[in-house]
């Protein structure tokens, strides 16, 4: 199984992930800051009838474990690729695609997030996609990245397994030289698909000896419950690969504890919904269990009304372990730089808290133990 840039290999074991979170003295966050622009991006606070004050937000090195790449399509590289491919677009311009960018739930964005992708043809279309996405993730901070693909999706209209996995991966095999970015390829399965379409796919995956990873689980949640995928997850676990699931984004928490104990996924993709379960956050608190957390995507699908009442503060105070993510930046207003720009500016989140996710990205990261001690001391721990 080939991995990217130094990762493990697939089922090893994270080691640093269980270390304790060191103190607020320990992390010196001015040494975080010593390679970068002291001000990297300005955020603007100002209450209605207050003079608006220009806050510096610092820039730190994290990773981005909920990435979708299809979720990458800027709308501009949208338009070149149809040309270049000779497709015709349902929309004249790219205002009236943006103006489609009005999601009322998942299915809603899900429904454009895949016509949008008959505009990817070829590996280097694929490849194309990819490399924008790590050139502003590196911008963002980002240092590593856990990059999701959904096989099945571009499997279903007619383009070779080869195609997609052959054109992403061979950008991510250079990452970290060209981008700084380490990464890692996870193969995410349609929830709304069987589960023998699934398994048909990660077989093709395995004989091909694809560099993947680790395995994950999208698409629409309501309806489609952990338990459809018992087996899938387990050949996976047989495998060697790494195993991550959506769960509790519009789904109820009772999703979270069946990918937990049915699936034995080492991550949840999302997870806000535990916070209707104090027993399942009790469980989640004293496992550490990593919650890859989506404000801005949260938002624009009406997971949560406004990112003013978004639940990670409430997340962080009860001590889950929650980093902060894009999931599909293209569509939902921002990487992970604005994600962060965002929760600073509307609910304060603190330089503490920012640290404190950043740390919990890298460590909740499938990264070798190496390459997290250098990202880590990057962060300001030693
Ligand atoms: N596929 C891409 N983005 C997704 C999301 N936010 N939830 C479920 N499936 C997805
Ligand atoms: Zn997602």
Redesign the pocket.
């Known amino acids: 199984m080939e991995t990217y840039d130094g990762a493990p290999e697939p089922g090893g074991a994270p080691a640093l992930s269980d270390a304790p979170l060191p103190t607020a003295e320990e992390a010196n966050p001015e040494h975080a800051a010593k390679d970068r622009p002291a001000e990297d991006q300005t955020v603007t606070e100002a209450a209605a009838d207050e003079p608006v004050v220009e806050q510096p937000v610092k820039l730190l090195p994290v990773a981005e474990l909920h990435l979708?790449i299809?979720?990458t399509l800027e709308p501009e590289l949208i338009f070149a690729l149809a040309e270049r491919n000779g497709i015709e677009l349902p929309y004249a311009d790219l205002d009236e695609l943006r103006a489609r960018y009005e999601f009322t739930d998942?299915q809603s964005?899900?429904d454009l997030?895949y016509a949008n992708m008959a505009v990817l043809q070829t590996e280097q279309d694929f490849a194309d996609m990819t490399r924008a996405y790590l050139e502003r993730a590196a911008a963002a901070g980002v240092r590593h990245a856990e990059i999701?693909i959904?096989p099945q999706a571009h499997v279903s209209r007619g383009i070779p397994l080869e195609t997609c996995v052959n054109g992403v991966a061979s950008v991510l095999a250079n990452s970290l030289a060209e981008f700084g970015v380490s990464t890692l390829l996870i193969a995410?399965f349609l929830r709304d698909l069987s589960e023998e379409s699934a398994l048909g796919v990660l077989e093709q995956l395995l004989a091909m000896n694809a560099p993947i990873a680790g395995i994950g689980l999208?698409?629409?949640?309501v309806g489609n419950p952990p338990a459809k995928f018992e087996r899938l997850f387990a050949r996976a676990k047989e495998a060697g690969l790494h195993r991550i699931a959506?769960a509790g984004?519009e789904g109820p928490p009772s999703y979270i504890i069946d990918a937990l104990e049915l699936l034995d996924v080492e991550r949840i993709?999302?997870g806000i919904r535990c916070m209707e379960d104090p027993d399942l956050v009790e469980h989640l608190v004293a496992e550490r269990v990593p919650l890859t957390v989506?404000p801005l995507?949260n938002v624009r699908?009406r997971a949560v009304d406004t990112l003013a009442e978004h639940p990670l503060p409430a997340m962080l105070a009860a001590g889950l372990n929650v980093s902060v993510n894009s999931?599909?930046p293209a569509y939902f207003g921002g990487y992970v730089d604005d994600n962060f720009v965002q929760l600073q500016t509307v609910l304060g989140l603190s330089e503490f808290d920012r640290v404190r996710l950043a740390s919990n990205s890298i460590r909740s990261s499938f990264a070798d133990d190496e390459r997290k001690t250098e990202l880590l001391a990057e962060l300001g721990y030693s």
Not at 218 to 221: L, R
């Open positions: 979708h299809e979720g998942l964005f899900l997030y999701m959904d995410a999208d698409s629409a949640e959506h984004e993709d999302h989506c995507s699908l999931d599909d």
